[in-house]
């Protein structure tokens, strides 16, 4: 039996609707058991072929989203096997929430390809096709290796290889105890087993969580922060990082990295320019002159414009204004604690963009910006790289399926499992994490053997 | 000029535990086999450790035992003391290592062969192979005599153009001083045969009776011997067993290895093959891992012929003064005599991508080939490829299908996928870690997974084949019984259960859930199941492996039901890769290279992608 997959088949976009693609045998298992009709009595799974159905998907007791979902049993399908697809809201958010949902509940995420490859094999494509198809499967699945690798940030690569570094010397350890008893020993070792599991599994855990924020993708909002000089553009941005120290992660060799460029918004990523840090941006249009802001805020998904309320607005502002036009922006209507020579009505009468009055000083505003950020964001009206949360998804993925190994390892070790069985599943857990940075099993483990200890006779 | 020119239908090159297998394996298909060796003394001879079996290789002599091969009943005949490893572990890493006579065992193998029916011993050594368009038609003696036959198994071991090295001394011979094979390498280079120089090596031999064995610790065997063949009563290898020792080196053995690293050919580049990492010389050892302050050393008797004791852990290549000096810091051995020097041997092998799963050259129709030669190292393993070698050797001439055993039925399947799909460079030596499915591949169910295969080659008999049926049919009705037995928590049960430390039910349950408990097992609960039926050992055992491990063989099982579906997409011998668009160049080289049988081989080829396999299964579709 082949393995039931899934993937957003439209585009990650802002557009309006966007379509979830289940396929394979246990299809209907899975949309089973995340979608509830209307009155919630419909048994889903019962329904005709080729019918379509009004209803909400479930993360357990969260709702997701409002969907339609169309039932298709096979063999006239797509692929030639039981199909679903899930008419969701379109933008990244509520697409992803949709995919993960899935992916939870039984679901793998395809391949690169898989779908158009899958049509072929069951004999949905024409035989002339096939040329293409194996061209579309190796493109595909070249540009979303090139994508998965660039994606993950540098210090998410160096957890995850510190962590497979740790299992597979464990892994050796055990084996070259299999292969030789008489040298190596295993007595009181499932307690020291026991401890690592628990930190690996803690650092997953960690990883996951910012999996879901989409912390672990090198790839954020790409936000400018413009204004004329002395409209208080740094304390804005002290005040963002200020209140965002939560992105200094546990794990060391992070917190540099992520300093430097990345804000997070309560698990939406800002990603401020892209020159050398916060420091240098902050006076960007004294230093680098309105060329460069143009150019950068060209490039933006999202500008945050910084009005000083206390004086009257100039040249500079109705620059800034202009280059707003037809972007995502946000105007911060900053210095309420003095007294106001421009009004937000005046602003308002000129941008058609949400207008936050903030105090950089008094600290006021910050909440309010915040939430018109998420606005934007789960509403789809800002967006990034589609790809992203493709190679998200799949890190994701994989990451939840090494957790789960680990798991099972601890059960073994609670279990007073001997100690073969512990190294299968954490080789299934090194060998998922292998996926994210792209790296197979190979000769790993024996090469760790016999470089680490000392066996044979 | 005249010369003796004879006809068979197998030629066998090679006496060692490869050959020995494929000599009695075509011989016992009925064909017309006649069996080479340099030497008729040195038949199935041992000349490195005197044992058989060992982790994971313990596995390989009962699956070669399941198929009908000789290694298991013959070292059951002659050992002289026996382990089951890994006891406290799972069932699936228990493995059985016996100590041999080495002469007997030796004696013993060569009785076997020369009553075997259709088999013909001969000395001599093959010098050239005869091929005719891409078809082996016979080989050719060094004396210049033509044997023609239909099929040729090469298992040649570490002879071909052997030397034998310690310190700057060396010898042009094969182990133990025995002739070395110096022109067969050259005919197989001719036919276009890709070759690798390996090296391996051995320990000294040292005196029995100038051992001090008050400072070693002693070494017993298992009080309860099981054998090594399913066909072996185990009430006969209940004998009287020798004892082995243990010592350890020392600083100052690792002082004098040190100060004459200069003078080991290792190190001064005197030799060129590449050596096993698994089986370090002491030398390695302690240059390796040099943190370590001493290693353990074995002391095996070589049988019960001789008082030669084989010092394990101690194998070295280091010049004659040195070895004297370095065995003597050993505690026990500070007067021992050597009687013969450890050294190290090098010698040619193939490159083992050239060969098909089934051992056979990829080049030369009916061109078999086994053992060390393959670039293996170990006495069971070159016994395994040898039975493969043998029995595939057999059905090409009979035009029957041959026979593959995949990476999920049987470690003889890891080890020959391993050897001819992965990049080799080294002796390749069997490992528990190799096999990816080791918990439906265990020692205990070799039989059950293996007599059938036997049977269906012509191995084994059917009244052998009718057992295992029998035995399959127990497994399954006894552990359907105990899934549904419920048991209740009456006195006598909870009674039980707290005299073995388990928790007293709560509520109902069946006999198996409690089997699953770890302190409790099928034997455990036996007292509180009135109903159990009368059954042999050895099917109580695999209900109670089967019972108690079910979620972690299922989870296998299923594993092994997706391996399947890919090994089971056959690729056409003859696919041109030339012409599947959309390959990376990078596979296109490796699959024309490799030639996988299957599209599963073809993914474990290192430098093809998934997106290439994909391409494949959507060529190989239209």
Do not use: W
């Given at each position: 039996m082949e393995k039931t997959i899934a993937a957003i088949s439209t585009a990650v976009s802002a557009s309006g609707i966007g379509i979830v693609r289940i396929s394979g045998e246990e299809s209907m298992d899975v949309i089973s058991r995340i979608y509830k009709s209307k009155g919630g009595k419909k048994d889903i799974r019962k329904a005709a072929s080729h019918t379509i159905h009004y209803g909400y998907i479930y993360d357990g007791e969260e709702l997701v989203d409002e969907v339609l979902v169309m039932i298709m049993k096979a063999p006239r399908t797509f692929t030639g096997e039981d199909t679903v697809e899930i008419d969701c809201h379109g933008g990244v958010y509520a697409m992803n929430r949709?995919?993960?949902?899935?992916?939870?509940?039984?679901?793998?995420?395809?391949?690169?390809?898989?779908?158009?490859?899958?049509?072929?094999?069951?004999?949905?494509?024409?035989?002339?096709?096939?040329?293409?198809?194996?061209?579309?499967?190796?493109?595909?699945?070249?540009?979303?290796?090139?994508?998965?690798?660039?994606?993950?940030?540098?210090s998410v690569k160096k957890v995850i290889t510190q962590i497979r570094s740790e299992l597979i010397y464990h892994i050796a350890y055990i084996?070259?105890?299999?292969?030789?008893?008489?040298?190596?020993?295993?007595?009181?070792?499932?307690?020291?087993?026991?401890?690592?599991?628990?930190?690996?599994?803690?650092?997953m855990d960690h990883l996951i969580a910012t999996a879901s924020d989409g912390k672990m993708i090198r790839e954020g909002i790409r936000t400018v922060i413009l204004g004329k000089p002395n409209a208080g553009k740094s304390s804005m941005l002290n005040l963002l990082t200020g209140e965002n120290r939560a992105i200094v992660t546990d794990i060391a060799g992070t917190t540099r990295d992520v300093l430097e460029e990345y804000i997070n918004l309560h698990g939406i990523t800002l990603k401020m320019a892209d020159t050398a840090g916060i420091r240098q941006t902050e006076d960007v249009v004294e230093k680098i002159g309105v060329g460069k802001a143009k150019e950068l805020a060209k490039d933006a998904d999202l500008i945050l414009y910084v009005v000083d309320s206390s004086t009257p607005l100039d040249e500079n502002d109705h620059e800034i204004m202009k280059m707003l036009e037809g972007k995502k922006a946000i105007v911060l209507y900053n210095k309420t604690d003095l007294d106001p020579a421009v009004t937000t009505e005046d602003i308002r009468a000129l941008v058609s963009h949400p207008v936050i009055p903030v105090s950089a000083k008094e600290e006021t505003g910050i909440g309010e910006l915040e939430e018109q950020i998420r606005k934007l964001f789960f509403q789809g009206e800002i967006t990034f790289n589609d790809q992203v949360y493709i190679t998200n998804a799949r890190h994701k993925e994989a990451l939840t399926d090494a957790l789960a190994s680990l798991k099972m390892v601890e059960q073994s070790i609670i279990d007073d499992m001997p100690e073969d069985f512990f190294s299968i599943d954490l080789m299934s857990a090194y060998e998922s994490l292998g996926r994210i940075i792209g790296e197979s099993v190979g000769e790993d483990l024996v090469n760790e053997i016999f470089s680490k200890f000392c066996m044979g006779k | 000029m005249k010369r003796i020119e004879e006809d068979f239908d197998i030629v066998v090159v090679g006496a060692g535990h490869a050959g020995c297998e494929a000599a009695l394996a075509g011989a016992r298909l009925g064909l017309n086999t006649i069996m080479f060796t340099v030497s008729v003394e040195s038949i199935a001879l041992m000349p490195c450790n005197p044992n058989i079996g060992g982790s994971s290789k313990g596995h390989l002599v009962r699956e070669l035992d399941a198929l009908g091969g000789e290694m298991g009943k013959n070292i059951d005949k002659t050992f002289i003391q026996s382990k089951m490893l890994n006891c406290s572990k799972g069932p699936a890493v228990h493995s059985l290592r016996a100590q041999a006579d080495k002469q007997a065992y030796s004696n013993e193998m060569r009785k076997t062969l020369e009553n075997q029916e259709n088999l013909t011993i001969r000395q001599g050594e093959v010098t050239k192979l005869l091929v005719q368009d891409g078809r082996i038609t016979g080989v050719e003696t060094y004396s210049g005599a033509i044997y023609h036959c239909k099929a040729v198994v090469l298992c040649t071991g570490t002879y071909l153009k052997a030397r034998c090295i310690y310190g700057d001394i060396s010898n042009y011979t094969g182990p133990n001083g025995l002739q070395a094979a110096n022109y067969l390498t050259d005919s197989l280079k001719e036919l276009g045969i890709e070759m690798f120089r390996f090296k391996t090596g051995t320990p000294a031999r040292i005196a029995g009776n100038t051992i001090d064995y008050s400072k070693m610790e002693e070494q017993f065997g298992d009080e309860k011997v099981v054998p090594f063949s399913f066909s072996t009563d185990p009430e006969d290898v209940q004998i009287p067993q020798k004892s082995c020792w243990l010592t350890y080196t020392n600083e100052e053995t690792h002082k004098i290895i040190?100060?004459?690293?200069?003078?080991?050919p290792l190190y001064s580049g005197m030799i060129h093959g590449t050596g096993p990492r698994y089986c370090p010389s002491i030398e390695d050892k302690v240059v390796r891992f040099a943190d370590k302050k001493r290693h353990q050393v074995f002391i095996e008797p070589e049988g019960e012929y001789t008082n030669e004791m084989y010092i394990g852990g101690m194998s070295s290549s280091l010049p004659e003064d040195v070895q004297k000096a370095m065995y003597h810091t050993v505690p026990g051995l500070e007067h021992a005599k050597i009687v013969k020097n450890a050294y190290a041997i090098e010698y040619d092998c193939i490159n083992p991508r050239q060969l098909y799963p089934t051992l056979e050259f990829k080049k030369i129709q009916g061109l078999f080939s086994g053992g060390q030669f393959n670039g293996s190292s170990g006495y069971e393993e070159a016994a395994a490829q040898g039975l493969i070698a043998g029995i595939n050797a057999a059905m090409e001439v009979k035009g029957q299908e041959q026979l593959i055993?995949?990476?999920?039925?049987?470690?003889?399947g890891v080890l020959i996928d391993d050897l001819v799909t992965k990049e080799n460079h080294e002796p390749y030596r069997m490992m528990t870690s190799r096999a990816e499915y080791r918990l439906l591949l265990r020692q205990d169910n070799a039989d059950l997974r293996l007599r059938k295969k036997g049977w269906q080659v012509g191995l084994v008999d059917d009244a052998t084949y009718q057992k295992i049926l029998v035995k399959e049919q127990q497994i399954k009705d006894e552990i359907k019984r105990i899934e549904n037995a419920t048991i209740g928590g009456t006195p006598q049960v909870q009674q039980l259960l707290e005299s073995l430390g388990s928790t007293p039910l709560k509520s109902g349950t069946t006999l198996a859930e409690l089997i699953r408990r770890p302190e409790l097992s099928y034997d455990a609960i036996q007292s509180i199941d009135p109903a159990r039926p009368k059954l042999s050992r050895d099917v109580e055992e695999q209900v109670n492996i089967n019972v108690k491990y079910d979620g972690y063989i299922r989870r296998q099982l299923k594993q092994v039901e997706q391996f399947k579906k890919l090994e089971e997409k056959k690729i056409p011998a003859d696919l041109d890769y030339e012409k599947v668009g959309s390959l990376r160049l990078e596979a296109k080289q490796k699959l024309e290279l490799y030639r996988p049988v299957s599209i599963g081989q073809a993914s474990r080829i290192s430098g093809v992608s998934p997106a290439d396999i994909s391409v494949l299964l959507v060529y190989l579709s239209h």
């Open positions: 949709v995919l993960e949902t899935v992916l939870k509940n039984g679901a793998k995420i395809a391949e690169p390809g898989e779908f158009t490859k899958r049509a072929f094999l069951n004999g949905r494509l024409d035989l002339s096709q096939a040329e293409a198809v194996m061209d579309v499967i190796q493109a595909k699945n070249q540009s979303a290796l090139n994508c998965s690798m660039s994606q993950l940030k540098g084996e070259s105890a299999l292969d030789d008893p008489e040298h190596i020993s295993l007595d009181g070792y499932p307690e020291q087993l026991l401890k690592v599991v628990k930190i690996q599994e803690k650092k | 040190r100060d004459n690293l200069d003078r080991s055993l995949d990476r999920s039925e049987a470690y003889i």
